[in-house]
């Protein structure tokens, strides 16, 4: 592969466009389609609900993931809800609308078709999860509840408590496990791909490592579907769970398949913050306690009273002062980068002076304990747990965490990757969220691609291969599985041959640091070359100094864990590389280079409204290509929130 | 912030299902009591590989209660002595100073060990498999509205749809049942519009999934609704062994 491959853009009006191009795509005969395998990597909403739809159509499916069942991938843990453009609230919402939103929170750097699709199949993902018996909220009469989430002028959030991921997920995994039942889909628990099949460049199939027996297995396919989640991992800290990570997708780039945006990476204003050196977890706090929670700093650099000692006049309420309309309401990133300005200014609180106070004295004085407490309770339940603290006695403390990236491997409006027979669909491809997600949109976006659109396009690939297509099972393809099979052999005996000091989470750790601080909430060119050389050396001394105890033929957590970090090493180079050539600041992307004499991201429509698609060259830098964004039915305009 | 804490650790340690198992003592020194009880493994772990020891081998993911991965005994109880808690959210400040703590696997028929605290719960997926589900398939759907569910039914089948499949249920179990997770789930379909053409089907092939995977049936001991962390109710169980009756007849 080399070059930008034809993005395959739907033509004409984009209020029928998906319709126009899913009723053209060709069809499969229900007989041939049970002959075609087809792997899917990851059980998350992507994964579980591309399985289980492609199962139903007939295909024979195996499903790969490292967990031990297809319930615990980290979509479970997403709490707030999810969007769809129904207008149950009748607030005026619209498929255009969500259009809209979407492409403008993601700051222009989305393609408009795709945000126009995901918002017209927003809809029948709410019915196919009811038909499931997702338990969604409800109001008295019986009909959905919805509710206003992330700074959105309409109520298009369906929840579930704050447990919508969870439930969300268990209906897709029931789907799921309704066509293992039906022999239509083969689970492949706590297995990892450690490596893609390609021959004469088209997707093969995978290697994974049983993690229990060690073995090396290849499944070969028709088609490879990688739905493994996003690389929020690569900060080491996040609200992610631990064990996602990027090997999945790296090992496909170093394949062939571009990486596009690779710098988009979304931080949470509040989160919990890190205590102890060892705190293995930023947990996320709903941003919804930013609606009565006061957000101050101590106006004295350095000042280490406890809060209730520091008078009104000695506080900076630094939202509300900064930005007088929205207040304690701004974006994500506006408030995450506020935070972090007077943190490294000497103000912050806490351990390592790595937070910020989210209080809300106030509105219990104004609105009484219990109408705070019936509304925040079980969040400061959550709080207390974790830090021992009550918020209603004392201020919360927060600071801004990794939470999501919105890069990933780039796909073609089919959600094909550069690599024909490679799709690739949720947190792990690029596309819909531009550079900034809106809350609630990556649930809609992965059950979107799981259930509605590669059920059609991936059929459409198979399809166009006709009969005379090389099968799986071909000798070529058998030889590409063995050369495929002794590159992760050779990864795993050169982990374990390192034999030095160190274990794999101390690198991890310093990773995260090296990450956060130079390709993190703020970037600049200086920070981003240090950066650069930064992780080239730290890599350096993880091939030298790691330890993994332990064998290749057993349960081994430390070399899974060495596996998945000597792939995020090759990541964050190409993150520091994608910030340091993106020279505007747009959504989270912060160039300091790039801002208003106020503070304000400066966007480069003139010479950065394009995708960045970056091709691997085994031995040489890699390869920057562009593919331009243009926009017909929304004018890119600026963010203000002053 | 809640100062230190020195803990004893004696965890069990089995390096294959096959190979024989012991206890074995750790000692934690003055680490952090805001450390939660798996944090303080992995620094154990850390301290074990420095030393070119084998770390402990434990489930665990999203370390925020929701994922299900992790669960162990901890001096006897499942997920430990913390009301509605899983594992990872346990704290040690939760423990007194010089304490000694007691670590074993899930022990249950239907689990069978893998290494250290991990065991395989399979099982539970093969139980959804047995009929857990709502025979939809995609793009049948009618519009979400089109049928309407009360609130507070819609929310009684979200709180028994909560549970997260840890297995603590089981493990609690002096018969090894698995009848707290089962009458959560045909709780949670039985109570939906949705659930209501397999509802029959569905109670009769999930129970008896349950006893050829192993599991015991249940004496009402209630362990199990104490350990679990979602706080879901015994009373469900009573009313699954209804669901025969009340079901009867309808044929579906
Ligand atoms: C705390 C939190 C709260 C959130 N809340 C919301 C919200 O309210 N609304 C919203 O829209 N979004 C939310 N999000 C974002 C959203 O949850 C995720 O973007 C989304 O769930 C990702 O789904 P996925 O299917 O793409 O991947 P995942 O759910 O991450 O699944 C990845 C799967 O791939 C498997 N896998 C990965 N790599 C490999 C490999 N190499 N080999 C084998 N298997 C592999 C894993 O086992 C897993 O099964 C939240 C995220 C977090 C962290
Ligand atoms: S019922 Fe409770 S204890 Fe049993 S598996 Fe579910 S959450 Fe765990
Ligand atoms: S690690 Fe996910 S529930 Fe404990």
Partial sequence: ????????????????????????????????????????????????????????????????????????????????????????????????RLFADTLKGGD???????????????????????????????????????????????SRTFYARGQTGQQLLY????????????????????????ELVTQAGVARGVVCRNLLSGELETYTANAVVLASGGYTNVYYLSTNALKSNASAIWRAHLEGALFANPC?????????????????????????????????????????????????AERDYFLERQYPSYGNMVPRDVASRRARELCNGGHGVGPGGRSVYLDFHDAIANQGSEIIEARYGNLFEMYQRITGDDPMAAPMRIYPAPHYTMGG???????????????????????????????????????????????????AWLAEQGATAIGPDDA????????????????????????????????????????????????????L????????????????????????????????????????????????????????????????????????????????????????????????????????????????YQ | MSGLISLTLRIWRQRSPDSPGAYASYRLEQVSADLSLLEALDLLNEQLISAGERPVGFEHDCREGICGSCGFLVNGQAHGPQAATTVCQLY???????????????????????????????????????????????????????????????????????????????????????????????AHLAQLPQGQPERAARAEAMQQQMGREGFGSCSNQLECEAVCPKQISADWISWMHGERRRTAGSGG
């Fill in chain 1, 108 to 154: 222009f750097r989305a393609r408009e078709a795709g945000c126009y699709r995901l918002a017209e199949i927003s809809g029948a993902i709410i019915d196919q999860c009811v038909a499931q018996g997702v338990p969604f909220a409800r109001e008295y009469g019986g009909t959905l509840a919805n509710r206003n989430f992330g700074g959105s002028l309409v």
């Fill in chain 2, 92 to 186: 040690l400040r939760r423990f007194n100073d010089g304490e000694t703590l007691v670590l074993a696997p899930w022990q249950a028929k239907a689990f069978p060990p893998i290494q250290d605290l991990v065991v395989d719960r399979s099982a539970l997926d093969r139980l959804i498999e047995a009929g857990g589900f709502c025979s939809v398939n995609t793009g049948n759907a009618p519009d979400a509205n089109a049928i309407l569910v009360g609130r507070d039914q819609a929310a009684s089948a979200f709180e028994t749809a909560t549970c997260i499949g840890c297995g603590a249920c089981v493990a609690s179990c002096r018969n090894a049942s698995a009848s707290l997770f089962v009458a959560a789930k045909l």
């Fill in chain 1, 476 to 527: 070529a393809v058998r030889e590409a599985c063995l050369e495929a099979g002794q590159r992760a052999q050779g990864r795993i005996e050169a982990l374990l041959a390192v034999a030095g000091t160190r274990p794999v989470d101390s690198f991890h750790r310093a990773l995260g640091q090296l990450m956060l601080e130079h390709c993190g909430i703020s970037r600049s060119v200086a920070g």
């Fill in chain 1, 529 to 640: 070359g240090a950066g650069l050389a930064a992780v080239a050396e730290l890599e350096a001394q993880f091939q030298q100094d790691l330890r993994v105890p332990g064998g290749a033929d057993e349960p081994n957590g430390e070399l899974e864990k060495a596996l998945r970090l000597s792939d995020f090493f090759g990541l964050a180079q190409l993150m520091l590389r994608d910030a340091l050539a993106r020279e505007e600041s747009c959504g989270a992307h912060f160039r300091e280079e790039h801002q208003s004499s106020g503070g304000e991201a400066v966007r480069d429509d003139q010479h950065f409204a394009h995708i960045a698609a970056w091709e691997h060259r085994p031995g040489a830098a890699p390869i920057r290509h562009q593919e331009p964004l243009s926009f017909s039915l929304l004018q890119p305009s600026t963010r203000n």
């Fill in chain 1, 1 to 96: 592969m080399s070059g930008l491959p034809d993005p395959r853009l739907p033509t004409g009006p984009l209020a029928t466009a998906w319709r126009r191009s899913r009723d053209g795509l060709p069809l499969i005969s229900p007989l041939r389609k049970r002959q075609l395998r087809i792997v899917v990597v990851g059980s998350g909403l992507a994964g579980s609900a591309a399985a289980a739809s492609l199962a139903e159509q007939g295909y024979q499916v195996q499903l790969v993931t490292f967990h031990d069942s297809p319930r615990r991938a980290h979509s479970v843990a997403a709490q707030g809800g999810i969007n769809a453009a129904k207008n149950y609230a009748n607030d005026g919402d619209s498929v255009e």
């Fill in chain 1, 264 to 312: 988009f990476t979304q931080i949470h204003p509040t989160c919990i913050p890190s205590g102890d050196a060892y705190q293995s977890k930023l947990t996320l706090m709903s941003e919804s306690l930013r609606n009565d929670g006061r957000v101050w700093l101590p106006l004295k650099a350095g000042d280490r009273r406890p809060p209730d000692q520091i008078p009104e």
């Fill in chain 1, 171 to 194: 209906g897709a995994y029931q789907a799921l496990m309704r066509q293992v039942a039906a022999g239509r889909v083969e689970l492949l628990t706590r297995r990892e791909m450690l």
């Fill in chain 1, 409 to 459: 491997l780039w796909v073609d409006y089919h959600l094909m990757s550069s690599i024909p027979g490679l799709f690739v669909l949720g947190e792990a491809n690029f596309s819909e969220h531009g550079a900034n997600r809106l809350g609630a949109s990556a649930l809609m976006q992965g059950l979107a691609d799981g259930y509605f659109i590669a059920p059609a396009t991936v059929t």
